[in-house]
Structure formats: structure tokens, C-alpha cells
């Protein structure tokens, strides 16, 4: 009984297997040949193409949420390698520039020869031909026609020929394939985006998609700040394995500290298209993440404003309006909240125009800033250096008072000529004389003599150690590139110290070497009384789910990316009356008529602190003004610079602006002493 039903079952089982052997054959026979020729035609006739949908940039904003670099998506062109003759090829590439050109959009020029008259652009020619094989002899019109014959371009107009071998050229510069595109255009109008749709059929391998692009809607604006994006160099894409040929990179500033920040994380779109090149249909498999949001703790009113007065400052200078002539042409504003340390504008002079870089700078506009002896890619704030001069004064006047060298009754009168050193007898810049004065007479009269005896008097090495808590001469580790140090005048630097070079330190002449951040930060600890301050201009990260990047994480992330070693300065214990001595010092400098920056705020309707300072150079004396305001309650403190600018008192009203946008003033109603001396005028 066991035996039949083995057996049985045995029959059903063959049975079934040669049941579904024969559905398998006969399916196989419909495939291959009842339908064979049908789905061969069909498989033919479609590609499938995988493209990568870029996400889209995170913006960077001002504090109060306004867009100082945005990302908007754009309609862009791209080309990819179909089954066409080389005929073909050709005449839809004519039809495709012709069609960009009657709309008013540009398609990607890298054919270094012009036409009418034939002559070679801004490139190597001897370079060039040798990478594409060309007889070294041949002139712009030789090489022309050789490409005419290379690209098989049979047009006999010169205009359309040059059109094709144009984007023959792109193409072969970036090389493509049937899943590889090249982008012909980018940011074309609706009507040429609607025109290939409507011909898509005339268009073979063309596809148009949606793409972002990072655009700068207030211009120039804090550009040293926000830096720029670009196409990612071979360097780059080496030191970024998830980065792919051509994606857009930051490169300075913001752009380039927070990349990893701003990026965002691409899709995944998938195209179908006929073997002709034709898309058929299209969908997305994984949907592009935009960037995360930076916000700055600049403010875009405040910004806009200290640019306009820095540069109309140096301009005047220039033209001779504040005193005589001045080759000033280079300079930096910085202003900083006394309190918390968030830099609320940081301005370089000149600014450049960042939207230049994003597809690619061209050969001209590079060349442009390239050969601009102001050097307008530099962040002067940062990557700029000058001794003090005059502002120096108040570390030598605190020096002074907290080693009891002085006290703030000591008087010290000026004889002009400093002899204490038989080798080194430096003299007041004023010939008269400022006669017996203490503390706070000398810094309003910035008198040389005074801080001569004074630095004697506390030696280099507290001047030294004040300083140093200051965080001159020190890294302060603001999250931007390419910040340098500078140089802090004292024994560590010269082995072979001497006391005439204490003197010189202590008008802060010598190897004193600051950036303009340094001394915007020295000037709010002197306002706020001593307090370090840790100097930001990061507010937020915002992440697009609506969550805060922390604090610790964008801390660590800085300090890792730029190296830094911690916070410059440190706390320093003053007592009161060290305080009071040199901040009525300089108020005396704004508020007094003997006061080296009076003419620019005798009508101001706010009390100031400030201090100006003269340095000289072998190249020309440089101006600065540092100070703080309200003087009673500070808030603000703001580090002026201006290479060649001459004495300190020509930088003052760039500070007087940006004192009264900030504090809203109407300050076009604030009038100028211009009736002064040249006396006064050359004051240190």
C-alpha cells in the first residue's frame, strides 16, 4: 500500500514538471519568435539613463533672516551621445545655438579663436597647438579651418561654422557619452526651455532640466565674507571622493568653511530615451536634499553701510577732500558687539563681484582682479597687517598703570626730544610740545613722549603680556579662511632686545604687525572693561527638517577644518580707575577741541570713545582709527584701517557712520569742522 502511494506521487510530481516545461517553452517560442522581432525593435529603440538631480545650496543670511546668497533653480541645456551621423550631430548643434541666441542666452564659449577678424583669445598658442597636435606655424585662421575639417563642418558660412565647431569643442573639452551629458547652457530663458520641449524631436540627445544655482542678490556686498563658489578642481575632487566631475564647490570665505554644511545631498533621476536620442519619459528614484541655512551674525544694513564709508573715505583721501592727496586705495572696517563678541560688519576694500566665479570665471574678468595692485580677493580684516601707531597707546597706558609705574595723577612733560637712551632720542611728533600731562591728556593729545617714559618706566615685558591678553599679534580664530597672525613687538622676537626698542613698542611702532579683526577686538575689551571675547560670525546652522546644528558641533567642526588653536586674549583684571583714566582719554580724543579726532565729531550727537594712530611704513604711513560707542554704555567697538591712508584723523569718519547707522543717526545732518590747522593735521 505504501509502494502505490510512493509511486503515485512520484507521477504527479514528473507530471507537474513536464507541465511547467512546456509553459516555459512556449512562452520562450512567443518571446523569441511569434514576438521576437517586436521586442528586439522595442529594446533598441530605449536607453535608460540614470541622472544625478543636484541638490540644491543652502542659503547664507544676514541676522535678521535677509538672503546675502541665495539658490533658485534654473532651466539648463545638456547634451548627451546618441546614434546620429556626424551631419546630424552638427546641424542640431546649429540649431541648438541659434535657438539659445534668439532668446538672449549664452552657451558655454571655450573656442579660444574670434572671427572678423580671425585672432586667438586669451590663450597660450603655442600651448594650445601643441595639445591638439596643430602645426605651431599655422595663424588663428589656419587653426580654424583645421578645426573645420576635424569636426567634418561643412557650412560655408563662417558665423554657423563657428558655432558648431564652438560647442564640437565643449563637447570634447569635457568628453561625453550615452550616460554622460555635457551642459551646452545653463539659467536659458523659458522660451528656449520651451522651445526644445516643443521640438524635442529636432533635438537629438538633448535634454533640458531643472538645476539650482547659487545667485548674490545684494551684489558685492560682504563678498571677502561670503566668498565664492566653483566648478571643483582635479586637486579638489581628489581630497572629496563624494564629489563628481563638475560640481559646484566652495572655494573661500563662508562657502568654502562650511561646505560640508551647505552642500545638501543629491537625487537620483531616471530618463528614458529612444536610441535617437529622443526622451521618452522620466521620473525620480530619490529625491535631492537642499543644504542647510548659515546665518551670520553681520547685519546687511549695518554691512552695506560701513562699505559705503570706507570706500567713500578712501576715495576723499584720494581726492584730497580730508587733507592733502593720499594714494590710499586699500583698506578694512570692522565692528563688533562689545559684549558678545559677533562681528555685526566686517568690510574689505575693494569688494569683487562673487556671481563671476560660480560657472567659471572667464580668462578677462581673472585677470582683472589678477592684476589690481589693490587686491580685491584679499580680506583685508584678516589677511592685512599694520603696525598700530597711536592706538597702541592705551596698552602702554595700562601697562603703565597696573605695574604702578605711573598712576593716573603721574606727569610727565614733554620736552619733545626723549633722551633717557644716549643711542636712540626719538621725538614728540609735536614740535611744541604737550608740556606737563597725565594719563588721559596723552592719549587725547596722543603724545609720543609721554609713552616713551611710560614703556620705560613698565618695561616690555608687561607691555608685552598686556597686549597678549588683548590677543594682538594672535590668531583670534574667526571662522573664515586665510587668517593670519601678525606680529607682537617684544624680546621673542628679536634675541637682541634693547630699550630703544621698548620705546618704539610702546607708540606701537617697531615689529607690532596687527589686522584689523585684532584691533577691533582690542578695542571692544577696552570698552567692555577687560572681558575676553571669543569673536563669531556664525549665529546658526539651520537644518532643512527645521532642527539647530549645536553650538559644540559647529565649534568643533571650525576648529578641526581651520586648525584653530582656541580663542586669543584672555580676562584682564583691570581696576576701575585704569578704565576710567583710558576711556576718558578717549573721549577726550572725540569730545575736546584739542583732540586728535574732534573736527569729525565736534556735532556728533553721541558721546564716543576712540583713539587715532599713524603708522609708518617704508611704503607710506598708514591710518587708523579705533573706538566704541554709546561711551557710557558701550555696545558697539570699530577697528578702521587704510593703507597710505596717512594720519589717523583721515579714517575717523568712516567710524562716525558707522556709529550712526548703527545708533540711527541722521548722519548726513552731522556737520565737519574743515577750518583746521596743519598743525593739527599731522598729528600721530
Same mark, same amino acid.
Given at each position: ?36 522581432? #517586436?521586442?528586439?525593435?522595442? =529594446? ?87 595639445? *591638439? ?140 530615451? =529612444? ?5 521618452? !519619459? ?59 563678541? #559677533? ?25 582683472? &582682479?589678477? !592684476? ?6 584679499? *580680506? ?68 609720543? &613722549? ?39 613687538? =617684544? ?14 613698542? =610702546? ?84 569730545? !575736546? ?92
Amino acid at each position: 500500500m505504501n509502494k502505490d502511494k510512493s509511486k503515485l506521487r512520484y507521477n504527479i510530481l514528473i507530471t507537474v514538471i513536464y507541465i511547467i516545461g512546456i509553459i516555459l517553452l512556449i512562452s520562450l517560442f512567443n518571446l523569441q519568435i511569434v514576438h521576437g522581432e #517586436e521586442y528586439r525593435q522595442t =529594446s533598441n529603440t530605449r536607453l535608460t539613463r540614470e541622472k544625478t538631480i543636484t541638490a540644491a545650496r543652502g542659503n547664507i543670511l544676514d541676522a535678521v533672516g535677509n538672503k546675502l546668497v541665495s539658490t533658485s533653480m534654473v532651466y539648463n541645456v545638456e547634451i548627451y551621445k546618441t546614434k546620429i551621423d556626424t551631419d546630424t550631430l552638427n546641424n542640431t548643434l546649429l540649431l541648438i545655438a541659434k535657438t539659445l541666441e534668439e532668446n538672449g542666452d549664452k552657451y558655454k564659449d571655450l573656442f579660444p579663436i574670434k572671427i572678423d577678424p580671425f585672432e586667438f583669445k586669451n590663450v597660450n598658442e603655442e600651448n594650445w597647438k601643441k595639445a *591638439n597636435n596643430i602645426d605651431n606655424s599655422y595663424n588663428a585662421e589656419q587653426c580654424f579651418e583645421f578645426f573645420k575639417k576635424r569636426y567634418k563642418v561643412n557650412i560655408e558660412d563662417v558665423q554657423d561654422a563657428r558655432r558648431i565647431i564652438t560647442l564640437r569643442y565643449l563637447i570634447e573639452m569635457d568628453g561625453y557619452s550615452n550616460t554622460k551629458s555635457v551642459q551646452i547652457a545653463s539659467n536659458i530663458s523659458n522660451a528656449s526651455y520651451a522651445k526644445f520641449n516643443e521640438m524635442s524631436s529636432s533635438f537629438s540627445g538633448v535634454s533640458t532640466y531643472v538645476g539650482p544655482t547659487v545667485s548674490y542678490p545684494y551684489g558685492e556686498l560682504a563678498s571677502h565674507i561670503l566668498g565664492y563658489v566653483g566648478i571643483i578642481s582635479e586637486p579638489e575632487l581628489k581630497a572629496h571622493a563624494e564629489y563628481k566631475q563638475n560640481d559646484i564647490i566652495g572655494k573661500t570665505g563662508i562657502e568654502k568653511v562650511f561646505e560640508k554644511y551647505l552642500r545638501g545631498k543629491d537625487g537620483i533621476k531616471q530618463i528614458d530615451m =529612444s536610441v535617437d536620442g529622443i526622451v521618452t !519619459d522620466e521620473y525620480i528614484s530619490e529625491p535631492a536634499v537642499t543644504g542647510s541655512d548659515v546665518v551670520l551674525t553681520i547685519d546687511a544694513d549695518l554691512q552695506k553701510a560701513t562699505e559705503e564709508a570706507l570706500a567713500k573715505n578712501i576715495q576723499d583721501m584720494q581726492n584730497g577732500i580730508l587733507a592733502d592727496a593720499r594714494e590710499a586705495n586699500e583698506g578694512s572696517a570692522v565692528v563688533v558687539n562689545v559684549r558678545t563678541g #559677533e562681528i555685526l560688519a566686517m568690510a574689505s576694500y575693494p569688494n569683487y563681484n562673487p556671481s563671476l566665479f560660480t560657472n567659471g570665471i572667464s580668462n578677462e574678468n581673472w585677470a582683472v &582682479y589678477r !592684476d589690481d595692485t589693490r587686491h580685491p580677493l584679499i *580680506n583685508k580684516a584678516i589677511s592685512d597687517k599694520s603696525a598700530p601707531g597711536s592706538t597702541f597707546k592705551m596698552v602702554t597706558a595700562i601697562a603703565g598703570l597696573e605695574s604702578k609705574a605711573i598712576n593716573v595723577n603721574t606727569r610727565i612733560y614733554d620736552s619733545v626730544v626723549y633722551k633717557f637712551y644716549k643711542d636712540y632720542q626719538p621725538k614728540c611728533w609735536s614740535s611744541r610740545g604737550h608740556g606737563n600731562i597725565n594719563v588721559s591728556q596723552a592719549i587725547e593729545h596722543s603724545c609720543n &613722549y609721554f609713552f616713551y617714559e611710560t614703556g620705560r618706566l613698565a618695561g616690555i615685558d608687561k607691555i608685552a603680556e598686556i597686549a597678549t591678553a588683548f590677543g594682538l599679534g594672535q590668531k583670534t580664530g574667526i571662522e573664515l579662511p586665510d587668517e593670519i597672525s601678525g606680529t607682537l613687538s =617684544s624680546p621673542a622676537v628679536d634675541n637682541e632686545w634693547t630699550g630703544g626698542k621698548t620705546i618704539q613698542t =610702546s607708540i606701537g611702532q617697531l615689529y607690532n604687525d596687527f589686522t584689523p579683526l585684532q584691533m577691533a577686538k582690542y578695542t571692544a575689551m577696552l570698552a567692555n572693561g577687560g572681558k575676553n571675547l571669543d569673536l563669531t560670525i556664525i549665529k546658526s546652522i539651520n537644518n532643512p527638517d527645521g532642527t539647530k546644528v549645536s553650538r559644540n558641533e559647529i565649534d568643533s567642526y571650525v576648529t578641526e577644518t581651520l586648525e584653530k588653536s582656541g580663542n586669543s586674549g584672555s580676562d584682564i583684571n583691570l581696576n576701575a580707575e585704569t578704565v576710567n583714566a583710558v576711556k576718558t582719554g578717549m573721549k577726550g580724543v572725540t569730545s !575736546d577741541d584739542g583732540g586728535t579726532a574732534y573736527r569729525y565729531f565736534r556735532n556728533f550727537h553721541i558721546e564716543v570713545g576712540g583713539k587715532t594712530g599713524t603708522a609708518s611704513t617704508q611704503s607710506g604711513d598708514n591710518a587708523w582709527f579705533v573706538g566704541f560707542a554709546p561711551f557710557d554704555n558701550p555696545e558697539i567697538a570699530v577697528a578702521v584701517y587704510v593703507k597710505k591712508g596717512g594720519h589717523g584723523g583721515n579714517t575717523a569718519p568712516v567710524a562716525r557712520e558707522i556709529f550712526a547707522q548703527y545708533l540711527g543717526i541722521n548722519s548726513s545732518q552731522i556737520t565737519e569742522d574743515t577750518a583746521i590747522d596743519s598743525y593739527m593735521q599731522s598729528v600721530r
